[in-house]
């Protein structure tokens, strides 16, 4: 059974998350999402390595670096495409049906049980979500939905895939090797797809270093920790904590107006957490034994 600790530690990796829409938008030059995620994933992943001192072995490089292009260079990539080519609330709306893709796939690779509770409370979540964000702005446009889906389908396989394969090490060295992987390849992608930095001020380093030792370093570590403790799709569940962090801090900080319908959206998202922390606890014993590592 997980702990209640474990699920307070891991919930807070995606309500820190909320808090990077303020941080880019009010610390960081404008119009750098790709070398954004670069200087986020790939000095934290050095820095750690550092730490830790220890190289992955050969046999796992493929492995490392699917994983890091899944949760940090496809997923980064994919989720600044959808936000640039769809209203906010639209990309976070398709964004949210990651914890049903993670249902679906935990059933497919780890031979999880699918809960009828966990899929409905993911379907509660993602109308939550809709109710939180959507505005009648809201357009659709399909290169958009396809990178918000893709965003969505890179966490959901990474997140199923990292329970999958796990190295016979400590997760914090496990943090380090992904950061530095994702962030590695996602050199290229900067290079290629957008022009040098600027000049950067002393608050855009105060909003890199937090991204990058926040919001990557000691976040990444409590979800992947979160994944080596808990059922998947509780896991998935608690990134819907995300939005609701950032609408609470715009609302906060930046004075943005909530809405009745918004408040009701973080309740039953808040609902839709709770009941699927529930149904993984259902879960039977047999589906928490070790996962035989490949």
């Not at 080519?85 to 049980?113: D, E, H, N």
């Not at 509660?124 to 889906?149: C, H, K, M, N």
């Not at 994944?227 to 904590?241: D, G, Q």
Request: with cysteine; hydrophobic share 55%; proline share 7%.
């Amino acid at each position: 059974m997980t702990r209640p600790i474990d699920t307070l530690l891991t919930a807070l990796a995606p309500a820190i998350w909320g808090s990077t829409f303020l941080v880019t938008t009010e610390y960081l030059p404008d119009g750098y999402p790709v070398t954004v995620s670069l200087l986020r994933a790939l000095p934290a992943g050095l820095l750690l390595l550092l730490l830790v001192r220890k190289l992955p072995s050969p046999d796992w490089l493929g492995r490392l670096f699917i994983l890091g292009g899944l949760n940090y260079t496809l997923f980064w990539i994919a989720l600044f495409m959808g936000a640039y080519r769809l209203p906010g609330g639209v990309a976070a709306t398709i964004g949210s049906l990651q914890p049903l893709m993670v249902i679906f796939l935990a059933r497919l690779l780890l031979g999880r049980s699918i809960s009828p509770l966990a899929v409905f409370a993911s379907l509660f979540g993602l109308g939550g979500v809709a109710l939180l964000l959507l505005g009648p702005e809201a357009r659709l446009d399909p290169l958009g939905i396809a990178a918000s889906l893709t965003s969505a389908g890179a966490m959901a396989s990474g997140m199923v895939l990292s329970r999958r394969w796990q190295p016979p090490v400590g997760m914090l060295t496990f943090t380090a090797w992904q950061l530095t992987a994702g962030g590695l390849l996602l050199i290229p992608a900067a290079l290629l797809l957008e022009p040098p930095l600027p000049p950067l001020s002393a608050e855009n380093w105060l909003g890199f270093l937090y991204l990058g030792l926040v919001g990557a370093a000691l976040t990444c570590f409590l979800w992947l920790r979160g994944i080596s403790r808990m059922e998947p799709a509780a896991v998935s569940a608690l990134a819907l904590l995300s939005p609701v962090t950032a609408t609470i801090l715009g609302w906060a900080v930046l004075e943005q107006a909530l809405s009745q319908l918004q408040f009701i959206g973080a309740l039953i998202i808040l609902a839709s957490v709770w009941m699927s922390q529930h149904a993984s606890a259902r879960l039977s014993p047999k589906s928490n034994r070790n996962l035989q590592r490949i």
